[in-house]
């Protein structure tokens, strides 16, 4: 059973055993759920991914999420005066993931490699709405886990040299630059051993 499937159970069907089961008190009718959420429609449900990230001025934000006509995530803006969504971008393919540096000044967004979710990573221009590569490889994921101060170094996890260990790496945003900053004995996913 996959993890999404154990989730919609636990969310949804061990409430209604335990409301059908053990929360009675002395009646012998049993409720029946009247309304019920199938998968399909639970798939559906607006939930961004990741975090919603505040643009410059503060009137808009943006974020990662599927409509319900929507084949794969895209970026969209949230003007939060009118509530409304608009694509920002849309890169033809999932988008995993949205940062923004500790500067406050650049945005990184993470685009699924061939519908495989070994994403890479891509500098997102918001004057053009245009992403740049930045690092990872094909058949591999990498994500930014965290920025320096100034905003100049990005942390990246990425397991393109050992497809069983994540390595951290710094990359050096204005030069482009990469550093290996772990051995690869242990694992980082996420920043973490």
């Given at each position: 059973m996959?993890?999404?499937?154990?989730?919609?159970?636990?969310?949804?069907?061990?409430?209604?055993?335990?409301?059908n089961?053990?929360?009675?008190?002395?009646?012998?009718?049993v409720?029946?759920?009247?309304?019920?959420?199938?998968?399909?429609?639970y798939q559906?449900?607006?939930?961004?991914?990741g975090s919603?990230?505040?643009?410059?001025?503060?009137?808009?934000?943006?974020?990662?999420?599927?409509l319900?006509?929507?084949?794969y995530p895209?970026?969209?803006t949230?003007?939060?005066?009118t509530?409304?969504f608009?694509?920002r971008?849309?890169?033809?393919?999932?988008i995993?993931?949205?940062?923004r540096?500790r500067?406050?000044r650049?945005?990184?967004?993470?685009?699924?490699?061939?519908?495989?979710?070994?994403?890479?990573?891509y500098?997102?221009?918001l004057?053009?709405?245009?992403?740049?590569?930045?690092?990872?490889?094909d058949?591999?994921?990498?994500y930014?886990?965290?920025?320096?101060?100034?905003g100049?170094?990005?942390?990246i996890?990425?397991?393109h040299?050992?497809?069983a260990?994540?390595?951290v790496y710094?990359?050096?945003?204005?030069?482009?630059?990469?550093?290996?900053?772990?051995?690869?004995k242990?694992?980082?996913?996420?920043?973490?051993?």
């Amino acid at each position: 059973m996959s993890r999404t499937r154990k989730l919609f159970c636990g969310i949804f069907i061990l409430p209604l055993l335990a409301a059908n089961l053990g929360c009675q008190s002395g009646s012998k009718e049993v409720s029946t759920p009247t309304d019920v959420v199938t998968f399909a429609e639970y798939q559906k449900i607006l939930t961004p991914r990741g975090s919603i990230t505040p643009l410059p001025g503060g009137k808009e934000s943006l974020l990662i999420l599927s409509l319900p006509q929507d084949k794969y995530p895209k970026l969209y803006t949230l003007n939060h005066e009118t509530k409304e969504f608009t694509v920002r971008y849309d890169a033809g393919r999932a988008i995993g993931g949205l940062m923004r540096d500790r500067a406050e000044r650049n945005y990184y967004i993470s685009l699924d490699n061939n519908g495989d979710e070994n994403y890479q990573i891509y500098a997102f221009d918001l004057n053009t709405n245009q992403p740049k590569k930045l690092f990872g490889y094909d058949g591999f994921k990498s994500y930014i886990f965290e920025f320096s101060y100034e905003g100049e170094t990005a942390f990246i996890a990425s397991n393109h040299e050992n497809k069983a260990a994540f390595k951290v790496y710094s990359l050096h945003l204005p030069s482009g630059k990469i550093e290996t900053l772990t051995d690869g004995k242990i694992t980082f996913y996420g920043g973490l051993a």
